[in-house]
């Protein structure tokens, strides 16, 4: 028998352990609904509001920062926080805080757009060649854990996991080696990370603005 459970004021089918159920339900919600996650059966919503500093902030300084390199050397397109991403393959569906998909995997049909009527894409479906997670106070377990072994079935090549909750920043650079698995990229003596997907090193610098409040800054090196 079908039924709804309510999470903190918001309606959720209880039958929504299957892809396709999950994904239908998304398809259905409102554009201020709250995030929602899929892996192999286990549903994980988020209905807290996000630190302004730590994330808000940290996901817009990066995101506005990778969105002009993607143009910059034309090798794909960078999608910012609240893109919706879909892997069949693993069982995996979520919103990333950004992910890029290079111009190759779109042309080999590796990772495409599905429409929902009267509201144009809305799902992007196959694979990311990186992914951006900003870990907060709720999302712990699932960036750290779940998405690393999530994120490396999926093929995607580099996960970038940040966490500024507390100084100094935390930057991992996780590039996808043969075998299937994660490894860190190691910070040469700059401080800066090679990405293989980019072909750029990066490094990302926390300071203040003119208001005292944090800021950031994701520097680019060739």
């Not at 730590?54 to 034309?74: I, N, P, T, Y």
């Not at 799902?123 to 854990?145: F, H, I, P, Q, Y």
């Amino acid at each position: 028998m079908r039924g709804t459970l309510t999470v903190d004021g918001f309606s959720v089918p209880t039958e929504i352990d299957r892809l396709d159920a999950f994904r239908a339900w998304v398809r259905e919600l409102d554009e201020d609904a709250p995030r929602v996650h899929f892996s192999r059966g286990r549903v994980w919503i988020q209905v807290s509001t996000q630190d302004y500093f730590s994330h808000l902030r940290l996901v817009a300084d990066l995101s506005k920062r990778l969105g002009l390199l993607a143009e910059e050397l034309d090798i794909g397109e960078y999608w910012p926080d609240g893109g919706w991403l879909t892997n069949e393959e693993v069982g995996l569906s979520t919103e990333p805080d950004g992910f890029l998909v290079l111009w190759r995997t779109t042309d080999s049909g590796a990772s495409r757009f599905l429409e929902r009527p009267r509201r144009g894409p809305v799902e992007l479906v196959g694979r990311a060649d990186m992914v951006l997670e900003v870990v907060s106070d709720s999302s712990v377990n699932k960036d750290t854990v779940q998405l690393v072994a999530d994120y490396a079935s999926a093929g995607f090549a580099e996960y970038w996991l940040v966490d500024g909750r507390r100084a100094p920043l935390s930057f991992r650079l996780l590039v996808l080696q043969p075998g299937g698995l994660y490894t860190d990229a190691q910070a040469d003596e700059e401080g800066f990370v090679a990405s293989p997907v980019w072909g750029r090193r990066f490094r990302i610098d926390a300071g203040v603005n003119r208001a005292g409040r944090p800021c950031y800054t994701l520097v680019v090196r060739p």
